[in-house]
């Protein structure tokens, strides 16, 4: 009987260590980087900047007559 069991054992030991020999490959190949174009428009953000500026100065041509 302690040979049945020794030879049990020594089965299932071989059985896990081939059950955690594993064997994973990865494929690198090259990678493509291609560029990026970003088109950000800021004319406006601009645009609003400046008639904040000079709304100011459009109010004051109003309050005050032209000077001739």
């Given at each position: 009987?302690?040979?049945?069991?020794?030879?049990?054992?020594?089965?299932?030991?071989?059985?896990?260590?081939?059950?955690?020999?594993?064997?994973?490959?990865?494929?690198?190949?090259?990678?493509e980087?291609?560029?990026?174009h970003?088109?950000?428009?800021?004319?406006?953000?601009?645009?609003?900047?400046?008639?904040?500026?000079?709304?100011?100065?459009?109010?004051?041509?109003?309050i005050?007559?032209?000077?001739?």
């Open positions: 009987m302690p040979t049945r069991t020794l030879w049990l054992a020594a089965l299932l030991l071989c059985w896990g260590v081939m059950a955690c020999n594993t064997r994973h490959q990865v494929d690198v190949s090259p990678m980087i291609k560029p990026i970003i088109t950000i428009d800021v004319n406006i953000k601009v645009d609003r900047a400046l008639d904040d500026f000079f709304g100011d100065i459009d109010e004051m041509e109003e005050l007559p032209p000077a001739e």
